[in-house]
Every structure is written in structure tokens, then in C-alpha cells.
């Protein structure tokens, strides 16, 4: 594709549900990343795949948070049991590769949960 | 802990004029020092980035200067225009042998009057 697309743009979640966030990278990207975005702070890194695989899961705030990606292109990050502290826009990006500095975003997901 | 310090968090200029944001880091192992763009709605957006062997980097209206021994670097907008008011995020990236991570500072939101 053009870009990096996520889906949904937003979700409205009611506190204890689970809910799915979608990634789709650039083509041929093989790097991907997922950070967080708090209302007023920076961007929080969570993980980071290179292919299918996550080396570094350190990021992730909770283990209510999960994230995996299929044939090396399509991730999904799960929250489960969520709280209202998780409101926040999720933000995926995706390089060429990992030693690639250049990370490409996408318009986030914006998270409430009530 | 903070790695990236930015500031300042908001800053008002006026059309035409010069807008200055100011970042500083601690981990001397970072290498490379991108600045990112976000607009209302959007992902951040590589605006310009520099290497820590060079001190100046401009394209276009946009400047980095690199302070090597004070672990400093800032982003000067010439004649700035209202076009410009966005949110700006410094970052330093790592490469950790496995992957390059970026650390974001917390964001100047910048506006530009007429």
C-alpha cells in the first residue's frame, strides 16, 4: 500500500472488554513497531517485530497487552481486560528492515475506554 | 527515566518569524536524531533528521543543529507559517544490535499566527 494504514481510527471500549488494534504496513516493509501515545507525553514504545518474530516484548506495560503478526506483514495488538488508563492513541510504523532509522507511521488508533 | 528531554512544550510564533525547539539527550550511544511532524489526526511524519558527525543540517526552512559535547540539538523554522503549527517530537535512535529504537522527547506543539 501508499502508507501505513491501522483500523480501527477509533474504539470506544467499556473497561474489562478486550479489544484487537490492526496494522497494516508498507509493502515489503519487514520491520514494524507499535508505540503508545498518552494525552500531552511522547511516544511509548511498546514492540517491535522484525518478521514474524518480537525479540523485545520489554516495552509492553502490562501482560494485558499482546501483539503478533502474520506472514510478515498484518499485526495485531490485543489488549485485554482494559482499563481506563490504556485510553490513548496507539500508533504502528513500519521500516525497510531494523537497522533501517527511518520509521514510517500511521494515523494511530485512538483508544477510550470507559 | 526521561532520555529525551524537549522543550518547550508549547510556543507561539508569529507569521514570518523564527521557532526554536530544543532537545537533549543522555545516552551517548544514541546515533541518529530525527524530528518528527504530527498534525491533528495524523502519525508523526519524519520532517528531517541528522548523524551526530555533523553539527548543521537544513533543507529547506528547516535546521538542525547538533551539539555533540552538550549532548544538545534543536530545530530552528525560518520564517515560519501558519502551515507549520503542528506538534513537533525530537527523537534519538539506537541501534541495539537488534533493532533501531527511537526515544521520543514529550512534544512542543507549535502555532503560528497571522
Known amino acids: 500500500g501508499a502508507g501505513v494504514s491501522q483500523s480501527p481510527s477509533n474504539k470506544v471500549t467499556e473497561k474489562g472488554k478486550d479489544v484487537e488494534l490492526r496494522c497494516d504496513p508498507i509493502s515489503g516493509h519487514t520491520a514494524l513497531y507499535w508505540y503508545r501515545q498518552s494525552l500531552g507525553q511522547g511516544l511509548e514504545f511498546l514492540i517491535y517485530f522484525q518478521g514474524n518474530s518480537a525479540p523485545d516484548k520489554s516495552g509492553l506495560p502490562s501482560d494485558r497487552f499482546s501483539a503478533e503478526r502474520t506472514g510478515g506483514s498484518v499485526s495485531t495488538l490485543t489488549i485485554q481486560r482494559t482499563q481506563q488508563e490504556d485510553s490513548a492513541v496507539y500508533l504502528c510504523?513500519?521500516?525497510?528492515?531494523?537497522?533501517?532509522?527511518?520509521?514510517?507511521f500511521g494515523p494511530g488508533t485512538r483508544l477510550l475506554v470507559l | 527515566q526521561q532520555q529525551v528531554k524537549q522543550s518547550p512544550q508549547s510556543l507561539i510564533v508569529q507569521k514570518g518569524g523564527i521557532s526554536i525547539i530544543n532537545c537533549a539527550y543522555e545516552?551517548?550511544?544514541?546515533?541518529?536524531f530525527p524530528w518528527y511532524q504530527q498534525f491533528p489526526g495524523k502519525g508523526p511524519a519524519l520532517l528531517i533528521a541528522i548523524r551526530p558527525d555533523v553539527s548543521e543540517k537544513k533543507e529547506g526552512r528547516f535546521t538542525i543543529s547538533f551539539n555533540k559535547s552538550a549532548k544538545q540539538f534543536s530545530l530552528h523554522i525560518m520564517d515560519s507559517q501558519p502551515g507549520d503549527s503542528a506538534t513537533y517530537f525530537c527523537?534519538?535512535?539506537?541501534?541495539?544490535?537488534?533493532?533501531?529504537?527511537?526515544?521520543f522527547g514529550t512534544g512542543t506543539r507549535l502555532q503560528v499566527t497571522l
Open positions: 527523537a534519538a535512535s539506537s541501534f541495539t544490535g537488534t533493532a533501531s529504537k527511537l526515544t
Open positions: 545516552n551517548t550511544a544514541f546515533d541518529y
Open positions: 510504523a513500519s521500516s525497510l528492515q531494523l537497522a533501517d532509522k527511518t520509521q514510517y
